[in-house]
């Protein structure tokens, strides 16, 4: 029997190996177009980095090794270029151009993928990498120590491209990532991925999301990087990690049949449509286990457990059933680990499968045992009979060994009442009684049951409050250091005694910190006969979360990018005693809560040093020094540890709860929807955030018609709505000129003239104006009497009133009204 493979590392050089295990006598031959058939391929990254220093440690096996030990005929830089299936035979080309072909009995192609490589103008300048191979990274970690690079810009914001800006800054790089989603980490849901934007900015990697990469320009020895917003960033080189692409090439010239994802067909033994001809890796399709539909796997777990079945069908006939994958992936990200197993929400949501979710916070052992550090779970399940979809883990301990309980649950089928019944080992160091997966459990089955009615953070972020009472279920202190716009605090202690000030006509909304007090809370009202009550899941932490805005990458520098930020004292600074202070394993707020207390008992100038494992604390800290009086000295962060100084200040005297100082920040208001005046405004707008101070725009009335989509969902209204709407320009690009009009002629004359002349689009500069961190708002009270609804507005335009206005102009010194 002779078997030929084509293509090593996880699936050929793995099935190579197993075939000679099972049968001593027969030919192998293993093919391989480069140099190397047996690497860590996912190593790459951290060589680059320096986290692994030395380059043979990439490597699994030589090629000569590899061929002594398990016999055989291996035969590296030889590229298979063609395949005769009627002749079983395949064309072979070697690296100084010999050809020459080679029969063989049993056929497994095993091609692999590669980087998907746009064809943007300048794609092919000096300085532009992708990474997929030993040879992409010997190209890269030469051109960074012969060409002094400092800064870089990785296109792409998955697994790979956020593991390469990790180790670029570990090596000493400025790194900026771009990625044309609207978050980073595509197999998780923007919740979850929200937790990732804020720990990327706070180790200083400037972020750019949904932004398009237009072309690349060299200039001078840097390349710029050109957005199709306008933007432009200059560099010292370019990572292109965009995704990659089955490499189907050979087999389609073959014959051989390509699926509905255009990767190469195989049966559930692996075979493909040719008898005799089998596939395995990223090159291959098969049906996703829990929709039934074909998808595209890049994973190397897959790749070898499809090797090892593989060779023993190609050995024995077919008889092993490959079960297909979920997709459980891990990275680490900084100090993060981020995991995902199943599908999220917004896949299912997409292919039209009804879901529902939960999201927990537990500590990753117990808190009371040092070093316990603070996860985020999100499982989704099927509503009907709680079958486990998916789940996804961001935390900084114990991440993995739970995303694999969850991987085993959904490929076995199992419900979300089987995640409750996993006997968990359990000592105070290694978990709780409670272990997160169970809680995770618990709650879904809550749901499940209808013990708890949810309501998701998209819910309540466009919720209209008029209609419904939203209650603060934490203590007053958590209350009085943030809580959510038009609720009312009834701490879960005081419910039942406080029932009366409940309506019971309408809706109640709760939230709590991080879900459990809202639960209990909901339970109360719910006995005491109110009908409509729903809890926001994962509470303040994942709304906060999943609602902060992006900082514009100019901003990185601040606390929040944990650089010192030391108080003004001249030549004759005084040093003061710090007192230290431990929150670390204490959920939101409990830090907070554990440094107002101890500033309490602080005189005026005297120091705090807090260290929390809440990812959420640095933020709360400085948002609680503006509005208290008190100074943030600096903030820093280490392995999933931050850690704050304050200085005691001298309390606020106007009696204003949460007054700000005034600043130099910048107030803008549209209240006229005429094309010149909205250009006015971007404009300046654009101008003021150049400088790198807050520029916000609070758009009412008229204005609000500048910020509409151009496609926008269908929405109910009332009859007053619809005639606004009929009334009303339904996006900017239909509005008209203050003076000089003519019935849409001037209009259109302008937007000519200014094509010609090169100068943006009011679009455009709407779009530079977002990318540069310009905070849009848009007028409750407007909307309601224009009757405009939310989802007609732009995605990041964020809904306030008078007092949201006046909370920007307070720390502005400039406010203009158009």
Not at 462 to 489: C, H
Not at 566 to 583: C, I, S
Request: with cysteine; glycine share 12%.
């Amino acid at each position: 029997m002779k078997f030929v493979i084509i293509g090593g590392v996880a699936g050929g050089a793995t099935a190579a190996a197993r075939i000679r295990r099972n049968i001593e006598q027969g030919e192998i031959i293993l093919f391989e177009k480069g140099d190397y058939i047996s690497y860590a391929n996912c190593g790459l990254p951290y060589y680059i980095g320096g986290v692994i220093a030395e380059r043979d440690k990439l490597f699994v096996q030589t090629p000569d090794a590899f061929g002594k030990r398990f016999n055989i005929d291996v035969r590296t830089r030889s590229e298979v270029v063609g395949i005769d299936v009627r002749n079983k035979s395949v064309k072979v080309r070697t690296a100084d151009g010999r050809e020459y072909e080679e029969t063989y009995d049993r056929l497994l192609l095993s091609p692999g993928a590669s980087p998907v490589v746009p064809p943007l103008a300048g794609i092919g300048s000096r300085g532009i990498f992708t990474l997929r191979n030993v040879s992409d990274t010997d190209k890269i970690k030469s051109y960074i120590a012969s060409n002094d690079v400092k800064r870089a810009v990785i296109v792409g914001g998955g697994f790979i491209g956020l593991e390469m800006a990790e180790n670029l800054k570990y090596a000493g790089i400025d790194v900026s990532v771009v990625e044309m989603a609207n978050q980073v980490m595509g197999p998780i849901d923007y919740s979850m991925a929200a937790i990732v934007h804020q720990h990327l900015q706070q180790k200083g990697v400037g972020l750019y999301l949904e932004q398009a990469v237009e072309s690349f320009v060299e200039r001078g020895g840097t390349l710029d990087v050109n957005f199709k917003s306008g933007i432009t960033l200059n560099t010292d080189m370019v990572i292109l990690s965009i995704g990659v692409r089955a490499e189907t090439r050979l087999a389609a010239d073959a014959g051989l049949k390509l699926g509905e994802m255009r990767g190469i067909y195989v049966d559930e033994y692996l075979q493909t449509s040719e008898p005799g001809v089998y596939a395995v890796g990223d090159a291959i399709e098969y049906p996703h286990p829990i929709t039934g539909k074909p998808w595209l796997n890049f994973l190397a777990g897959p790749a070898n457990r499809q090797a090892r079945i593989v060779a023993d069908n190609m050995t024995f006939g077919n008889h092993v059933k490959y079960e297909g994958s979920i997709g459980t992936s891990i990275a680490k990200v900084f100090d993060l680990t981020v995991a995902a197993t199943g599908l999220p929400a917004k896949r299912l949501k997409m292919m039209g499968m009804p879901y529902a979710s939960a999201t927990i916070h537990p500590n990753s052992h117990a808190g009371y045992y040092p070093g316990a550090m603070p996860m985020s779970i999100k499982v989704t399940f099927s509503p009907k009979d709680g079958r486990l979809y998916g789940a996804q883990i961001v935390g900084y301990d114990g991440v993995d060994k739970r995303v694999d309980e969850f991987a085993l649950v959904i490929k076995k089928g199992g419900t979300v009442r089987d995640l409750t019944e996993i006997e968990h080992a359990y000592a105070p160091p290694f978990s709780a009684a409670k272990d997160p997966v169970a809680l995770a459990g618990y709650v879904a089955g809550n749901i499940l049951q209808g013990k708890m009615q949810p309501i998701y953070w998209r819910e309540l972020r466009d919720a209209d409050l008029s209609n419904v009472t939203l209650i603060d279920v934490r203590t007053p202190d958590e209350y009085a250091l943030g809580n959510l716009k038009g609720s009312v605090n009834i701490p879960l202690d005081e419910m039942r005694d406080r029932l009366s000030e409940i309506p019971t006509d309408r809706p109640v909304y709760l939230y709590c910190g991080v879900g459990l007090r809202g639960y209990l809370a909901s339970n109360i009202l719910k006995g005491n006969g109110f009908k409509d009550v729903r809890n926001l899941i994962g509470g303040l932490k994942t709304y906060r979360a999943a609602t902060a805005p992006i900082a514009a990458p100019s901003d990185n520098g601040g606390p929040r990018g944990g650089k010192l930020q030391e108080a003004d004292g001249g030549a004759a600074a005084v040093v003061h005693e710090t007192m230290k202070v431990d929150a670390c394993g204490l959920q939101c707020p409990g830090p907070i809560l554990k440094m107002k207390n101890t500033m309490d008992g602080l005189s005026v100038g005297e120091r705090i040093e807090v260290t929390a494992t809440d990812a959420g604390f640095p933020i709360d800290a400085e948002s609680w020094c503006r509005t208290t009086g008190n100074r943030l000295i600096s903030t820093s962060s280490k392995a999933g540890i931050y850690n704050v100084v304050i200085e005691k200040g001298e309390p606020q005297r106007d009696g204003v709860e949460g007054a700000r100082p005034s600043g130099d920040g910048k107030t803008f208001i549209l209240f006229s929807d005429d094309l010149d005046k909205a250009l006015a405004t971007f404009v300046l707008a654009n101008g003021a955030a150049a400088t790198g101070k807050r520029v916000s725009i609070f758009f009412t009335f008229w204005g609000l018609n500048a910020i509409k989509k151009e496609n926008k969902p269908k929405v109910e209204k009332d009859v007053f709505g619809k005639m606004f709407g009929m009334m009303l320009p339904s996006s900017s690009r239909k509005l008209s000129l203050s003076k000089m009009n003519m019935g849409g002629v001037g209009s259109r004359m302008m937007r000519g003239i200014m094509k010609r002349k090169g100068i943006e689009s009011l679009e455009s500069l709407r779009e530079q104006a977002i990318a540069n961190g310009v905070e849009f708002i848009a007028c409750q009270m407007s909307m309601d009497v224009m009757g405009v609804k939310r989802e007609e507005l732009l995605d990041n335009v964020v809904i306030g009133g008078v007092a949201t206005y006046m909370d920007r102009a307070v720390v502005s010194n400039v406010n203009l009204f158009i």
